[in-house]
């Protein structure tokens, strides 16, 4: 035995993990996971500074108005903030968007409220992005950001509830009655659907159908507008192959609702305008569809985790499948546009080897 201590020595004593992070708050570099979700924020926060530029511009409500107003604020901040940490490490500034994006004066084709929830509801985007980017910073500054991101999206949303709420523009999901016992599950027909008898769909399925459904309503009145105002014959096959997926997944789960004798979310196509002045660039109505589609999937994947219902099961992997195809076809188009800006990839030492000789 004492051999075997002289040897390995003390047993307390581990060898040093590859990759072990070691003054931490000394080291400046931008790790691959800080630099990939800053890089993302940026692009999505240059779109959304356009995109409110012309919604404050175009507001009239003065409720809705200050909290666009807020908004934008937010969005400006959060660039200035992006900017100096990439100055930090000297990372080039993407090219995003700017003032040639957007067109202020341009015809209102949204009404105030059809506007306000389409901002609200970027900020499920927002704060699931931003505890992904919390979870993977080290720099001390980099955890700031995304902090400060949560807390004002938070404060946001609570703003724009507030309003909406007044206005009458919060929908709220339905109700159901209140269990009057604790009850155990102790058959598979839990899990059915598909084929026979269905049993009642339960309140986490109801809400995730609901609020996908929701969604769809009101992604349907937006994709309507943008339709009326591109430039590109592509960008509007583009959409218009887009509004075609969004109406059969409308009826898939309108169709779930209906058999249980539920109420169906309004729709959201009247407060479309009927101008075809262009507000926004074709390539910022892209990236804002590429953006609303990730989010969607990131929502899609998580309803599809909270569901057991296998017709719905099916309906969730299955819209998911459609609008990774869907997404496809954007960065497509992006792509061959000269639209798509590189995210940061590591370094290609294959091809510094060719070079090399």
């Avoid at 968007?97 to 059809?114: C, H, Q, T, Y």
């Avoid at 609570?158 to 007044?166: F, N, P």
């Avoid at 899609?300 to 719905?312: E, K, M, P, T, Y």
Wanted: net charge negative.
């Amino acid at each position: 035995m004492e051999n075997v201590q002289s040897r390995t020595g003390n047993a307390s004593e581990q060898p040093t993990p590859f990759n072990v992070v070691k003054d931490g708050p000394n080291d400046e570099r931008l790790t691959a996971d800080e630099m990939g979700h800053l890089w993302e924020m940026y692009l999505y926060n240059a779109g959304s500074k356009c995109k409110l530029q012309f919604f404050v511009a175009k507001a009239l409500d003065p409720e809705i108005h200050a909290v666009l107003q807020y908004a934008l604020e937010i969005a400006t901040t959060r660039i200035n903030k992006l900017t100096q940490i990439f100055n930090t490490v000297g990372f080039p500034i993407p090219h995003a968007f700017n003032d040639e994006d957007v067109e202020p004066n341009a015809k209102r084709l949204f009404s105030d409220g059809l506007m306000l929830v389409y901002v609200n509801s970027l900020v499920h985007f927002e704060v699931i992005e931003s505890f992904m980017g919390l979870i993977g910073a080290l720099r001390v500054d980099v955890a700031e950001y995304y902090n400060a991101c949560i807390d004002e999206s938070q404060d946001f949303h609570k703003k724009a509830y507030e309003v909406m709420l007044r206005k009458g523009l919060l929908i709220k999901p339905p109700y159901i009655p209140v269990p009057d016992r604790v009850e155990y599950i102790y058959q598979d027909t839990f899990f059915g659907g598909l084929i026979g008898d269905k049993r009642p769909i339960n309140t986490l399925e109801l809400c995730h159908v609901y609020t996908r459904l929701q969604t769809k309503m009101f992604e349907r009145a937006w994709i309507l507008g943008l339709s009326q105002v591109t430039h590109s014959q592509k960008v509007q096959d583009f959409l218009s192959k887009g509004k075609k997926l969004i109406d059969k997944q409308i009826d898939g789960w309108s169709k779930i609702l209906q058999d249980e004798d539920l109420p169906i979310p309004v729709s959201w196509e009247h407060e479309v305008t009927n101008s075809a002045e262009s507000p926004f660039s074709d390539k910022l109505i892209m990236f804002t569809m590429l953006t609303m589609l990730r989010n969607r999937i990131t929502q899609n994947g998580i309803s599809l985790a909270n569901c057991v219902r296998s017709d719905i099961v099916t309906a969730f992997g299955g819209t998911i499948v459609a609008l990774q195809a869907y997404s496809k076809d954007a960065l497509d188009l992006m792509m061959n546009s000269g639209w798509l800006e590189k995210i940061p990839q590591v370094a290609d030492r294959q091809e510094i080897i060719a070079k090399s000789h």
